[in-house]
Nanobody
């Protein structure tokens, strides 16, 4: 099985920063991409940022210029540096990994349990 362990959420004032981490472990053959999604109360889960194995990145327009995603392939870990946080960034943030568990098996998505980020005004 595959586990995604998230850390780094918390409470911060508007304008502050937080750094999220997510480490993937278990039966992993290759990780194709990792990313962060978020879900605010009453809203659908949305993509925040994603990074491929080749380090290509994409961001939600609402976080461009404020958030930075990075990846340590040797550690199977993805990071999300969040700066200039706004109250509207408040949500549960979920780590996602698109990976293959073995050669010849199809790729699939795995999810972390989520970490709360709260930005006060």
């Amino acid at each position: 099985q595959v586990q995604l362990a998230e850390s780094g959420g918390g409470l911060v004032q508007a304008g502050g920063s937080l750094r999220l981490s997510c480490a993937a472990s278990g039966r992993i053959f290759v990780i194709n991409a990792m990313g962060w999604y978020r879900q605010a109360p009453g809203k659908q889960r949305e993509l925040v940022a994603r990074i491929t194995s080749g380090s290509s990145t994409n961001y939600a327009s609402s976080v461009k210029g404020r958030f930075t995603i990075s990846r340590d392939n040797a550690k199977n870990t993805v990071y999300l540096q969040m700066d200039s946080l706004k109250p509207e960034d408040t949500a549960v943030y979920y780590c996602n990994a698109d990976l293959n568990t073995a050669l010849g098996l199809p790729r699939r998505d795995y999810w972390g349990q989520g970490t709360q980020v709260t930005v006060s005004s």
